[in-house]
């Protein structure tokens, strides 16, 4: 026989004296414990044991440097000083635990005992993942309170409830509530709902509100996933909902937290290299009569430190889905393969309601727990106000799509919106006329469109000049990118990836696609016909995609294979050609340009102009200026403005001489018959190469020597390009 000390975990000084056989088994051991101990009233087999030992090999105390100080992480494993103690499994014998004591440890503790926590002395059952379960047995383990390790800061103003109505346009998170959460700028926040993100927000009430789900909500950055999430965990109603927010910050290697009880708001910073630490504490402190919904924010299943938040969120969220709600926002455009739906069960869709009726059948209630079954009532009514009649599984997922040149539009005609981004567009002078003044935000707009495309935070946090930078540099770290654009990788090989992409919604699915128009011109011609050709089998090609596609395409051509293209001269169509050739970017508002002009040069404008130009070829020996636009359309805009500033800058730096000036519109051989030039020869001439050398634009100090005897020319090519066969769209607004 060998004698044990057994001591419960979170009873102070408590110990059961058992003799058991040497060769008995540890479930043995759990059937002695349960029945010498009538105040554990859960079956002997739930029970958990593990070794009062230390690393060291020194068995435990009663003290409180002993079995009294050990506790429970979030995964209901025992440890004591930081260190895990050995689980006993139950088909092993003692003897592989315990062997033989030596006199002096005779009188330690040898065991722990975990007791599963019973809330509840009544016969309930409730239905969880299609299974019948007892009620008390969803309290796991009791949570102990853990040697404190996070520093909360409380916030010193109280802080309420965020009021939205469903008629509101906008949402404005004040700096008191987005400080601390690691995402936003020090100024209100303020979001413009449109329709994604409504429906993101019904889907969080639906999935983590009503029930029980575990939600995914993924996309590309800069959607709004993260801003959205923000706003709905301000919305909850505190008298029934405890708050966490953890913000991912992979830059700075911490976790933002953020936890909101009542009007309190509490704030902390956890590093990658303690989460596993300090956020078992956080969660393990969460309420056990309340319920509490964590947001973990900026997931991104490749980095470490993310992925252990992630289990460690997850094992809370097991412990008791229903007082423990789990709200997962990716930094990634999917989650990939590992989200499988067919595997996962269907659960209640509100969950309130499944509870209550089966709470009413089974227990008599008295008159204060019926009124506070009135309260519950009340509440769940108030939150299915906006559910929908589709099933709810135990894992779901939301995806928000990228933002549309639609939505950026109406955003920007917001006037309190747009009093908030502006600073972020160039300076211009207000119009009285308010036709006039939407005529000019939207011009701002579809400028800083062909560079941020999809991404909002591109387009409202950062400048056209910080967004090509920010860019530039994500495409430097670029992988292969054609995998994702047909949707097979859901987490990124390189964080760079999933900033380049947008998702748009169609009938039948998704789309990936680049984020932006100066994303497309920049992989077109980095790889070539090949990656276009792709591009196009990914993508569902309507005909302002097609636009989008045709642009990639000539710059790919042009700088891997050259560019044969037909023109129609006196009626008889003759074929000419473009050499292959690099193409450089460039900044058309810059001087000087920055580029040397002593070789022919393609070079292509990082800033989309509108009835401008896509490309220009510069040849200094043969003193010719060739400004290029490609479009599908039977026609296109003209504003020769940006002919007549490029022209000047050429000019005012290395261009010495022009003696001819092309515009050349290059469209699809289909087009070429029917396509209507915008612009004469004539009339080009005239207000264009006319201008740009008269002295009142000049920049250098004999304008009508470089321009002297200068021709003008305007025609229209065709190139072998295969159009859909749908009617044109105006490609600037290319979802």
């Known amino acids: 026989m060998v004698k044990l000390f057994c001591a419960i975990v979170g009873e102070a000084g408590s110990a059961i004296e058992m003799y058991m056989a040497e060769d008995a088994s540890v479930s043995a051991l759990k059937r002695a414990i349960q029945a010498d101990n009538e105040d554990i009233k859960v079956p002997a087999r739930d029970l958990q044991l593990f070794l009062a030992r230390t690393k060291d090999g020194m068995w435990l105390g009663l003290d409180e440097a002993g079995a009294a100080s050990v506790v429970l992480d979030i995964d209901g494993h025992a440890q004591h000083s930081n260190t895990k103690l050995m689980k006993m499994e139950s088909v092993q014998p003692l003897k592989k635990y ?24 009544g016969k309930r059952s409730r239905k969880v993942d299609g299974g019948e379960i007892p009620y ?14 996070v520093n909360w800061t409380i916030a010193p103003e109280p802080c309420p409830q965020l009021l939205v109505r469903d008629d509101d346009q906008l949402i404005e998170l004040l700096p008191s509530c987005v400080s601390g959460t690691g995402i936003g700028r020090p100024d209100p926040l303020i979001l413009y709902r449109r329709p994604p993100l409504v429906k993101q927000w019904n889907e969080m009430n639906r999935c983590s509100i009503q029930t029980y789900a ?23 109603d505190r008298s029934h909902w405890d708050v966490i927010w953890i913000h991912y910050s992979r830059d700075d ?34 309420s056990q009569t309340r319920r509490t919904i964590v947001f973990l924010d900026g997931y991104v299943k490749s980095s470490a430190a993310g992925e252990a938040a992630h289990l460690k969120c997850l094992r809370w969220h097991q412990q008791d889905k229903i007082k423990h709600r789990l709200v997962c926002v990716c930094s990634m455009v999917t989650v990939g393969k590992e989200y499988r739906p067919e595997l996962y069960n269907q659960i209640p869709a509100n969950v309130d309601e499944e509870l209550l009726n089966s709470e009413i059948k089974d227990v008599e209630m008295s008159a204060g727990e019926l009124h506070n079954l009135e309260e519950v009532q009340t509440s769940a009514l108030q939150h299915a106000m906006q559910a929908v009649d589709r099933p709810v599984k135990t894992q779901m997922l939301f995806k928000l ?43 701002l707009l579809r400028a800083k469109y062909f560079v941020a495309g999809g991404s909002a935070r591109l387009m409202f946090d950062e400048s056209t000049e910080e967004a090509i930078d920010t860019l530039d540099a994500v495409l430097y770290e670029a992988p292969n990118i054609e995998p994702y654009l047909k949707g097979f990788v859901g987490d990124s090989f390189s964080g760079a990836v999933n900033r380049l992409l947008a998702r748009y919604e169609r009938s039948h699915g998704y789309d990936v696609r680049f984020v932006s128009e100066y994303v497309v011109r920049h992989f077109a011609t980095v790889m070539g016909p090949h990656l276009v050709e792709n591009l196009a089998r990914a993508c569902n090609v309507n005909p302002s995609m097609d636009g989008f596609i045709l642009e990639a395409w000539f710059f790919a051509q042009l700088s891997h294979n050259g560019l044969t293209w037909s023109v129609y001269v006196e009626s008889t169509l003759q074929c000419g050609e473009w050499k292959r050739s690099n193409i450089v970017f ?3 508002e810059k001087y000087p340009l920055g580029i040397s002009l002593d070789v022919p040069k393609w070079m292509s404008p990082v800033k989309w102009n509108q009835g401008g130009y896509d490309a220009v070829f510069v040849d200094k ?18 504003d020769e403005t940006y002919f007549i500033d490029l022209l000047n800058r050429l000019v005012a730096g290395d261009l010495n001489q022009v003696a001819v000036v092309e515009m050349c519109f290059v469209v699809p051989m289909a087009r070429l018959e029917t396509f209507r030039l915008p612009v004469s020869t004539e009339d080009f001439k005239k207000i264009v190469v006319e201008v740009a050398s008269s002295p009142s634009r000049a920049t250098r100090s004999h304008p009508d020597q470089t321009f002297k005897a200068c021709s003008a020319n305007v025609i229209a ?12 769209v105006e490609r600037s607004q290319v979802g």
């Not at 575990?214 to 909850?236: E, I, Q, Y």
């Not at 290697?253 to 078992?280: P, S, T, Y």
């Not at 090519?717 to 044109?728: F, K, L, M, Q």
Request: glycine share 4%.
């Open 98 to 121: 315990v062997g033989e004591l030596r006199e002096q440890d005779q009188f330690q503790v040898h065991v722990l005992v975990v007791v599963p926590k019973q809330t509840s002395t």
């Open 136 to 149: 008390f047995t969803m309290d796991q383990f009791p949570l102990m309170a853990h040697p404190v390790q």
């Open 214 to 236: 575990r939600l995914w909500v993924v996309g590309p950055p800069g959607t709004g996933k993260s801003c959205a999430a923000l706003a709905f965990a301000w919305s909850l």
């Open 253 to 286: 290697k911490h976790f933002n937290c953020v936890r909101l009880q009542g009007n309190e708001k509490a704030v902390c910073i956890v590093k990658e290299e303690a989460i596993e630490r300090d956020l078992a504490e956080i969660l393990n402190t969460t």
């Open 401 to 443: 799509t990228s933002w549309r040149f639609e939505d950026y539009k109406k955003a920007i005609l917001n006037q309190k919106f747009f009093e908030s981004v502006m600073r972020k567009f160039p300076a211009y002078s207000k119009q009285d006329d308010p036709v006039k003044e939407a005529n000019k935000r939207i011009q």
């Open 586 to 588: 460039f900044d058309p």
């Open 621 to 638: 020996a043969v003193q010719l200026v060739r400004f290029v636009q490609v479009t599908r359309a039977e026609c296109h805009t003209f």
């Open 717 to 728: 090519i065709g190139v072998d390009y295969e159009i859909t066969n749908r009617h044109s």
